[in-house]
């Protein structure tokens, strides 16, 4: 049965559901409608955001590769603050402690016998509860299976419960599991860890703590990442969009000078290929009384597309090279084995220009290790032919993302893109938000464009530390872009693509204090919530649906709209789905309005939620007259209530409840 149903009350007028349209504009969290921010430095503190205790800002990067902690003492004067990478000491191997800037976002699940007692002793703690980092990394690689990764991944599938032990989930029986969400815990409670072992009077639950998240990421992820904070006691972490932070890193790193390099009318293109996704976001410049601004325009959509995906294409190019001339078929052991190893072979290749190749061993099944061993090669051709070729093809703009249909059985696993061709998601993203700058009257687009043309470009993600990869996006973008007659875009260089994300989490953080430069955003897109129709049944019809405008692009943090003009019937005592769409591209939508038909472009279905609303007094089942009121939180997670019109009583819908997940 859906949750909510029928309109006990028509609303007279959609287009009047909302008094004024949400502008985009978006205040640090606690500040909404306070007065705009410009490039100027701030004359106020942010409310909320300065307490006493409070020294550090702090910026966390929970990568799906990596994770990053940077700091800034906010207690030094303006000029004097500068940030710092803290180096997390961590095991590389079992009783080695080394202190690296990178945790690797990998947990290994180590077997009794495996690890000799006290050899995973770590400063603050005399056996590790779980072996994450380096280590994880270096003992995953030899034995696969063991190995829990891209838990960042999980975390927003919405095809599973995240709370449930389904990782690594290749294991087999014997081996046991853990869930995506303890996962994220572990590495958040090593961060925390770390830091307060660095610095014993400053308490990381105490600092301004700021955690990164894919602008994509949808709101069932911000909540269960926000929940995985608090579960470490780190209850007054905020959320920062990703490309928001890297290019706050670069708005940090320039010294000032950043307004030498863009002008208004610029639109900004933020390139983030990380380990497993792509993200695009577009960041207008525009003018506020005379002074520089910046303005989130755009948001693109999940895309499960990056490093990993790179990792397991050269492994399968070897996988097909090694069974050719050994005559024997790989297991799938021996492939994550090998997909570990290309990894590692491809950093040396991208790293190292004077390497033509880097030799590979894949274990054996012999009972020999080395005896059994595979062996083969990684050859810089075979990385450019299949990552540069085979994920940045040289396409037409025109060009659309690869769609198949799907089989009806699969294994588990996360939703991979279908298509690998970056390139072709990025231009189906700039066509759909060709109509972005419709609003900012400083940006001008031809009449022949057929695609949001960017003026400048800035890289995110370690995938594109690779030169040879960096240069072909802009080659083909700025192709498509002369195609038009349009100026090509300038890189925006500067940014150190590995730690950029955690240093300008910590720049949001100075900003917050009114002290930097703030990017508007709000929420990056518009939120809907399906309402079924109260109508007769008919044999094989399904009830038809409509989707409810909740929450319109760039609603602001801390706001709340309440659609006091719907009143809809609230199923309660008895278990209900809910359904929720959003969408990256119907910008116009107002809180209230309703869409009877919408295509699959516009509106995306995000994951059904079935959950049981308590009775609190009232019969089992009964239908409660209700309206419903939206709010983007404080830390940038949207929540939904129903509010019954009788006695104001509220109903939470759980963003983060997915249940009957396979």
Same mark, same amino acid.
């Given at each position: 049965?859906?949750g909510?149903?029928g309109?006990?009350?028509?609303?007279?007028?959609?287009?009047?559901?909302?008094?004024?349209?949400?502008?985009?504009?978006?205040e640090?969290?606690?500040?909404?409608?306070?007065?705009?921010?410009?490039?100027?430095?701030?004359?106020?503190?942010?409310p909320?955001t300065?307490?006493?205790?409070?020294?550090?800002?702090?910026?966390?990067?929970?990568?799906?590769?990596?994770?990053?902690?940077?700091?800034?003492?906010?207690?030094?004067?303006?000029?004097d603050?500068?940030?710092?990478?803290?180096?997390?000491?961590?095991?590389?191997?079992?009783g080695?402690i080394?202190?690296?800037?990178?945790?690797?976002?990998?947990?290994?699940?180590?077997?009794?016998?495996?690890?000799?007692?006290?050899?995973?002793?770590?400063?603050?703690?005399?056996?590790?509860?779980?072996?994450?980092?380096d280590?994880?990394?270096?003992?995953?690689?030899?034995?696969?299976?063991?190995?829990?990764?891209?838990?960042?991944?999980?975390?927003?599938?919405?095809?599973?419960?995240?709370?449930?032990?389904?990782?690594?989930?290749?294991?087999?029986?014997?081996?046991a599991?853990?869930?995506?969400?303890?996962?994220?815990?572990?590495?958040?409670?090593?961060?925390?860890d770390?830091?307060?072992?660095?610095?014993?009077?400053?308490?990381l639950?105490?600092?301004?703590?700021?955690?990164?998240?894919?602008?994509?990421?949808?709101?069932?992820?911000?909540?269960?990442?926000?929940?995985?904070?608090?579960s470490?006691g780190?209850?007054?972490?905020?959320?920062?969009?990703?490309?928001?932070?890297?290019l706050?890193?670069?708005?940090?790193?320039?010294?000032?000078?950043?307004r030498?390099?863009?002008?208004?009318?610029?639109?900004?293109?933020?390139?983030?290929?990380?380990?497993?996704?792509?993200?695009?976001s577009?960041i207008?410049?525009?003018?506020?009384?005379?002074?520089?601004e910046?303005?989130?325009?755009?948001?693109?959509?999940?895309?499960?597309?990056?490093?990993?995906?790179?990792?397991?294409?050269?492994?399968?190019?070897?996988?097909?090279?090694?069974?050719?001339?050994?005559?024997?078929r790989?297991?799938?052991?021996q492939?994550?084995?090998?997909t570990?190893?290309?990894?590692?072979?491809?950093?040396?290749?991208?790293?190292?220009?004077?390497?033509?190749?880097?030799?590979l061993?894949?274990?054996?099944?012999?009972s020999?290790?080395?005896g059994?061993?595979?062996r083969?090669?990684?050859?810089?051709?075979?990385?450019?032919?299949? #990552?540069?070729?085979?994920? $940045? *093809? @040289?396409? =037409?703009?025109?060009?659309? !993302?690869?769609?198949?249909?799907?089989? &009806?059985?699969?294994?588990?696993?996360?939703?991979?893109?279908?298509d690998?061709?970056?390139?072709?998601?990025?231009?189906?993203?700039?066509?759909?938000?060709?109509?972005?700058?419709d609003? #900012?009257?400083?940006?001008? $687009? *031809? @009449?022949? =464009?057929?695609?949001?043309? !960017?003026?400048?470009?800035?890289?995110? &993600?370690g995938?594109?530390?690779?030169?040879?990869?960096?240069?072909?996006?802009?080659?083909?973008?700025?192709?498509?872009?002369?195609?038009?007659?349009?100026?090509?875009?300038?890189?925006?260089?500067?940014?150190?693509?590995?730690?950029?994300? =955690?240093?300008?989490?910590?720049?949001?953080?100075?900003?917050?204090q &009114?002290?930097g430069?703030?990017?508007?955003?709000?929420?990056?897109?518009?939120?809907?919530?399906?309402?079924?129709?109260?109508?007769?049944?008919?044999?094989?019809?399904?009830?038809?649906?409509?989707?409810?405008?909740?929450?319109?692009?760039?609603?602001?943090?801390?706001?709340?709209?309440?659609?006091?003009?719907?009143?809809?019937?609230l199923?309660?005592?008895?278990?209900?789905?809910?359904?929720?769409?959003?969408?990256?591209?119907?910008r116009e939508?107002?809180?209230?309005m309703?869409?009877?038909?919408?295509?699959?472009?516009?509106?995306?279905?995000?994951d059904?939620i079935?959950?049981?609303l308590?009775?609190?007094g009232?019969?089992q089942?009964?239908?409660?007259?209700?309206?419903l009121?939206?709010?983007?939180?404080?830390?940038?997670t949207?929540?939904?209530?129903?509010v019954?019109?009788?006695?104001?009583?509220?109903?939470?819908?759980?963003?983060?409840?997915?249940?009957?997940?396979?």
């Open positions: 049965m859906s909510l149903f309109h006990v009350k028509k609303n007279h007028s959609q287009a009047e559901a909302a008094d004024e349209t949400v502008d985009n504009k978006a640090p969290p606690g500040q909404a409608g306070s007065e705009q921010a410009t490039a100027e430095p701030q004359a106020t503190e942010a909320g300065s307490h006493e205790g409070v020294r550090f800002s702090v910026g966390i990067d929970l990568g799906t590769t990596h994770c990053v902690l940077s700091y800034a003492d906010l207690s030094k004067d303006e000029d603050i500068q940030q710092q990478v803290m180096a997390v000491p961590q095991l590389t191997s079992p080695v080394e202190n690296k800037k990178q945790l690797p976002s990998f947990l290994y699940l180590a077997h009794d016998a495996e690890i000799a007692e006290g050899s995973t002793a770590l400063p603050w703690r005399e056996k590790a509860e779980y072996l994450v980092g280590i994880a990394r270096n003992l995953g690689s030899k034995t696969p299976i063991r190995l829990v990764a891209s838990a960042k991944s999980w975390l927003c599938h919405a095809g599973v419960d995240c709370k449930q032990a389904i990782l690594p989930s290749e294991a087999p029986e014997e081996v599991r853990i869930s995506p969400f303890q996962a994220t815990q572990s590495y958040l409670q090593h961060l925390k770390a830091w307060e072992n660095q610095h014993p009077d400053a308490p639950a105490a600092q301004d703590l700021i955690i990164t998240v894919p602008a994509s990421f949808d709101p069932a992820a911000r909540e269960l990442t926000i929940e995985a904070a608090r470490v780190l209850n007054q972490a905020q959320l920062l969009e990703e490309p928001q932070s890297a706050y890193s670069w708005i940090d790193n320039s010294d000032g000078d950043w030498q390099h863009v002008e208004v009318g610029d639109v900004i293109l933020v390139i983030d290929v990380g380990g497993g996704t792509t993200d695009l577009l207008a410049v525009t003018d506020q009384h005379g002074n520089l910046l303005t989130r325009i755009a948001v693109g959509d999940h895309i499960l597309l990056g490093g990993d995906n790179m990792d397991l294409a050269l492994a399968y190019t070897i996988k097909a090279k090694i069974e050719k001339a050994q005559g024997q790989l297991e799938g052991w492939v994550e084995a090998l570990h190893a290309c990894r590692d072979a491809k950093e040396k290749i991208f790293n190292q220009v004077e390497l033509d190749n880097v030799p061993v894949v274990p054996g099944r012999g020999s290790l080395m059994g061993a595979l083969s090669e990684l050859t810089r051709e075979e990385v450019d032919r299949v #990552l540069v070729e085979g994920f $940045l *093809p @040289e396409v =037409a703009v025109s060009e659309r !993302p690869v769609v198949r249909p799907r089989s &009806g059985l699969r294994t588990q696993g996360l939703p991979y893109a279908q690998a061709g970056i390139t072709r998601h990025l231009a189906s993203f700039l066509a759909r938000q060709l109509s972005a700058v609003e #900012l009257e400083a940006v001008n $687009l *031809p @009449e022949n =464009a057929s695609f949001l043309h !960017p003026t400048a470009v800035l890289f995110n &993600g995938v594109l530390k690779a030169e040879v990869l960096s240069q072909r996006l802009m080659k083909v973008l700025n192709g498509w872009l002369e195609a038009e007659q349009a100026p090509v875009a300038r890189l925006l260089e500067g940014a150190d693509l590995d730690l950029a994300v =955690a240093q300008g989490a910590a720049y949001y953080g100075i900003v917050r &009114g002290k430069v703030r990017i508007k955003g709000g929420t990056a897109a518009s939120y809907y919530v399906g309402v079924e129709s109260a109508m007769p049944a008919v044999p094989g019809l399904a009830p038809e649906v409509e989707a409810l405008c909740i929450a319109p692009f760039g609603m602001e943090e801390g706001s709340t709209e309440v659609l006091s003009d719907n009143e809809f019937g199923v309660i005592g008895e278990p209900v789905r809910f359904r929720f769409f959003a969408s990256h591209s119907r939508d107002k809180v209230g309703r869409l009877d038909y919408w295509t699959d472009e516009e509106l995306q279905e995000l059904e079935e959950i049981t308590p009775e609190d009232r019969q089942g009964q239908v409660v007259p209700v309206h009121s939206a709010t983007v939180t404080e830390v940038g949207l929540e939904l209530h129903a019954s019109q009788r006695d104001e009583h509220r109903w939470k819908i759980e963003f983060e409840v997915r249940t009957g997940a396979s």
